[in-house]
């Protein structure tokens, strides 16, 4: 197997979506440009989408990191417009846009019609959220848009599964996808509440932390395919697992969670930059296989698709949103009216990706009886569109969308009012529970020793209301900047010094990564206290 191409993916995705934070454009959509030129330069190899890599490799550690980093709590409180939004309105979507598309290309049979509004139905929020938190998007919509990408996907793959069984003959009947559909949703729920605690106990209970970390990495797949084994979801077990760990853990050794934090960046970073760049480079592939679709015929059904599917979404949002809080006195009273504007940016961030492209790759060349699958190359042209469609043109006016509507942004003084608060609640536990340990003869310390850990929480404390005092007038800088830095330059001369010493050789370099290591752990802690 050649692995130079796909070396020149991982290298060159991450390098453009490093570039894109310097730009106003966000990574994904820079990733994606950059994929369509790059697809028609001379030498560069085919990329084609394989559907077996996508959905069991690539979609459950990114939806395994998303949902570890979501919050459980918040999306309980938006429960229900996120299961309207990654139900009703997938579903929705695959029978609004289905029957647009058998109205509009002559020849495609009802079914294969369904199978694109299927292919197209799900949204994929990764850029929207990137996009909502780069322009400091309400964190309740954030929440909203976080919550459809985690649950929508399992969604459009059970209603694809029972449109396409239709299409190649293999007897599926509405009663029957609708039982398919029950049992791979509730099925997938009870795979992820069955693994939830064992997982969890097996990373509270494994004390290495490079142990725990390999199970960490292994959690999305044994999800996924535990799930799928049964016909089941694997996208909801991988969901299930993922917010119930993340709820829980701070319940995991220190040490797994720094690495934790770190390995999932990485993780993430290089799947999301190879995904979106992989959007980009199918363009070659899909017009080649597009066959008597071509010019203006081709490009007017992609247009109009693109246009159903901006407006079905607008249709589902607004009574969605409206129709439960004007009927329903409980909701009025725990709910503010809602605005036009939130549902509105809802709507328009409803931008395709991957996981359709994925889909529709799947779809076989051959229905039962031997025929080929009707309009095929049609249906993988019109859904590359849409993504592209809707990841350039909504993508690019999401920011200006979200600043001319002027929401309100976050309050930085009352964010750390809250987190003072919180610091000196819990230093003032931890001050009683110090002066309770030192007052036990078994656990005398020298007072000096005992003064030092008393400062630490007094520095700790008092790090969050620094924040809220005067900066400096010659440099600019809080009183926190300024310990942060003075407390960089400290551990940078120490960590020099160590260097020299190894150079001159008075250590050796085992003594030197240890010695490294806990300046790192330092510099690490100094940052946590006044970040």
Same mark, same amino acid.
């Given at each position: @197997?050649?692995?130079?191409?796909?070396?020149?993916?991982?290298?060159?995705?991450?390098?453009?979506?490093?570039?894109?934070?310097? &730009?106003?454009?966000? +990574?994904?959509?820079?990733?994606?440009?950059?994929?369509?030129?790059?697809?028609?330069?001379?030498?560069?190899?085919?990329?084609?989408?394989?559907?077996?890599?996508?959905?069991?490799?690539?979609?459950?550690?990114?939806?395994?990191?998303?949902?570890?980093?979501?919050?459980?709590?918040?999306?309980? +409180?938006?429960?229900?417009?996120?299961?309207?939004?990654?139900?009703?309105?997938?579903?929705?979507?695959?029978?609004?846009?289905? %029957?647009?598309?058998?109205?509009?290309?002559?020849?495609?049979?009802?079914?294969?019609?369904?199978?694109?509004?299927?292919?197209?139905?799900?949204?994929?929020?990764?850029?929207?959220?990137?996009?909502?938190?780069?322009?400091?998007?309400?964190?309740? #919509?954030?929440?909203?848009?976080?919550? *459809?990408?985690?649950?929508?996907?399992? &969604?459009?793959?059970?209603?694809?599964?029972?449109?396409?069984?239709?299409?190649?003959?293999?007897? /599926?009947?509405?009663?029957?996808?609708?039982?398919?559909?029950?049992?791979?949703?509730?099925? $997938?729920?009870?795979?992820?509440?069955?693994?939830?605690?064992?997982?969890?106990?097996?990373?509270?209970?494994?004390?290495?932390?490079?142990?725990?970390?390999?199970?960490?990495?292994?959690?999305?797949?044994?999800?996924?395919?535990?799930?799928?084994?049964?016909?089941?979801?694997?996208?909801?077990?991988?969901?299930?697992?993922?917010?119930?760990?993340?709820?829980?853990?701070?319940?995991?050794?220190?040490?797994?969670?720094?690495?934790?934090?770190?390995? %999932?960046? @990485?993780? /993430?970073?290089?799947?999301?930059?190879?995904?979106?760049?992989?959007?980009?480079?199918?363009?070659?592939?899909?017009?080649?296989?597009?066959?008597?679709?071509?010019?203006?015929?081709?490009?007017?059904?992609?247009?109009?698709?693109?246009?159903?599917?901006?407006?079905?979404?607008?249709?589902?949002?607004?009574?969605?949103?409206?129709?439960?809080?004007?009927?329903?006195?409980?909701?009025?009273?725990?709910?503010?009216?809602?605005?036009?504007?939130?549902?509105?940016?809802?709507?328009?961030?409803? @931008?395709?990706?991957?996981?359709?492209? /994925? #889909?529709?790759?799947?779809?076989?060349?051959?229905?039962?009886?031997?025929?080929?699958?009707?309009?095929?190359?049609? #249906?993988?042209?019109?859904?590359?569109?849409?993504?592209?469609?809707?990841?350039?043109?909504?993508?690019?006016?999401?920011?200006?969308?979200?600043?001319?509507?002027?929401?309100? $942004?976050?309050?930085?003084?009352? /964010?750390?009012?809250?987190? +003072?608060?919180?610091?000196?609640?819990?230093?003032?536990?931890?001050?009683?529970?110090?002066?309770?340990?030192?007052?036990?003869?078994?656990?005398?310390?020298?007072?000096?020793?005992?003064?030092?850990?008393?400062?630490?929480?007094?520095?700790?404390?008092?790090?969050?209301? *620094?924040?809220?005092?005067?900066?400096?007038?010659?440099?600019?800088?809080?009183?926190?900047?300024?310990?942060?830095?003075?407390?960089?330059?400290?551990?940078?001369? *120490?960590?020099?010094?160590?260097?020299?010493?190894?150079?001159?050789?008075?250590?050796?370099?085992?003594?030197?990564?240890?010695?490294?290591?806990?300046?790192?752990?330092? *510099?690490?802690?100094?940052?946590?206290? &006044?970040?």
């Amino acid at each position: @197997m050649d692995v130079m191409p796909l070396l020149l993916l991982v290298a060159g995705s991450a390098a453009i979506a490093a570039a894109a934070r310097r &730009t106003p454009v966000p +990574a994904p959509l820079l990733l994606v440009a950059v994929g369509l030129a790059v697809s028609y330069v001379p030498g560069v190899p085919d990329y084609t989408l394989d559907p077996d890599v996508v959905l069991p490799l690539l979609l459950p550690p990114l939806l395994y990191t998303s949902a570890t980093d979501s919050s459980y709590l918040d999306l309980r +409180a938006q429960l229900r417009p996120v299961a309207l939004l990654s139900v009703g309105y997938v579903l929705f979507a695959t029978v609004v846009v289905g %029957w647009a598309a058998y109205l509009l290309v002559p020849g495609l049979p009802l079914t294969a019609a369904l199978v694109l509004g299927a292919v197209v139905a799900p949204p994929d929020a990764v850029a929207a959220t990137a996009v909502a938190r780069r322009v400091g998007l309400p964190s309740r #919509i954030t929440t909203i848009l976080q919550g *459809e990408s985690l649950l929508n996907d399992a &969604t459009a793959i059970t209603a694809y599964k029972v449109a396409l069984a239709v299409v190649v003959g293999e007897g /599926a009947s509405w009663a029957g996808g609708i039982e398919e559909f029950l049992v791979a949703a509730v099925g $997938g729920v009870v795979a992820g509440l069955i693994l939830m605690a064992p997982l969890h106990w097996l990373r509270t209970h494994l004390k290495e932390p490079l142990l725990q970390n390999t199970l960490s990495l292994l959690i999305p797949f044994v999800a996924y395919a535990s799930a799928e084994q049964f016909h089941a979801s694997g996208v909801l077990a991988v969901v299930v697992v993922a917010l119930y760990l993340g709820h829980r853990a701070w319940e995991v050794d220190f040490a797994t969670r720094l690495q934790e934090e770190a390995v %999932w960046k @990485m993780v /993430a970073f290089v799947l999301e930059s190879a995904v979106f760049a992989l959007i980009g480079l199918q363009l070659p592939v899909v017009l080649r296989g597009l066959g008597s679709y071509e010019g203006v015929e081709a490009a007017w059904y992609a247009v109009a698709l693109f246009l159903v599917v901006v407006v079905a979404r607008f249709l589902w949002v607004y009574p969605a949103t409206f129709l439960p809080w004007a009927l329903s006195a409980r909701i009025r009273s725990r709910e503010e009216n809602p605005t036009w504007r939130g549902p509105f940016v809802i709507g328009w961030a409803g @931008m395709r990706g991957v996981v359709s492209l /994925a #889909i529709a790759f799947s779809i076989p060349l051959t229905v039962e009886d031997g025929a080929p699958f009707p309009r095929r190359d049609l #249906i993988l042209f019109l859904t590359f569109t849409t993504v592209i469609g809707t990841l350039v043109v909504q993508g690019l006016t999401l920011p200006p969308l979200i600043r001319v509507l002027k929401f309100p $942004g976050p309050d930085p003084q009352a /964010a750390t009012l809250a987190e +003072a608060n919180a610091q000196a609640q819990a230093s003032r536990v931890a001050e009683e529970r110090l002066e309770a340990l030192l007052s036990d003869e078994r656990n005398a310390l020298p007072p000096p020793l005992a003064d030092r850990l008393r400062d630490v929480l007094e520095r700790r404390r008092n790090a969050v209301w *620094e924040r809220l005092g005067q900066v400096n007038p010659i440099t600019g800088e809080t009183v926190d900047d300024t310990y942060r830095r003075l407390s960089r330059e400290m551990i940078s001369a *120490e960590r020099t010094m160590f260097v020299r010493l190894r150079d001159g050789r008075y250590i050796d370099d085992e003594m030197l990564r240890t010695l490294l290591r806990r300046l790192d752990l330092e *510099e690490a802690a100094a940052y946590r206290e &006044t970040a």
